[in-house]
Nanobody
Framework: QVQLVESGGGLVQPGGSLRLSCAASGLAFSSYAMSWYRQAPGKERELVAA???????NYAISVKGRFTISRDNAKNMVFLQMNSLKPEDTAVYYC???????????WGQGTQVTVSS
């Protein structure tokens, strides 16, 4: 059974930093594309960053240069380093695993990030 567990969310002031973690189990982690999504109140869930096997990454334009996605295949974990946070980054952040496009998606329960003074 695939399980994804996010952690690291919280309340931070504008300009601050947070590091989100996602621990994965029950899957061949190194073969999976891992992604971070976020959903703000009243908005659709959106892709924030993704990392494929081989460490190929892509980012939403709104976070490029501020956020960094990385993975540790030995520990079955994916991370999202978030710097220069803005109030508009406030959302629930979700971790997703998918072997290939069109194949089943696995989601974590989400972690709340609130950027406010």
């Amino acid at each position: 059974q695939v399980q994804l567990v996010e952690s690291g969310g919280g309340l931070v002031q504008p300009g601050g930093s947070l590091r989100l973690s996602c621990a994965a189990s029950g899957l061949a982690f190194s073969s999976y594309a891992m992604s971070w999504y976020r959903q703000a109140p009243g908005k659709e869930r959106e892709l924030v960053a993704a990392i494929k096997p081989g460490d190929i990454t892509n980012y939403a334009i709104s976070v490029k240069g501020r956020f960094t996605i990385s993975r540790d295949n030995a520990k079955n974990m994916v991370f999202l380093q978030m710097n220069s946070l803005k109030p508009e980054d406030t959302a629930v952040y979700y971790c997703k695993a998918q072997l290939r496009i069109g194949w089943p998606e696995y989601w974590g329960q989400g972690t709340q990030v609130t950027v406010s003074s």
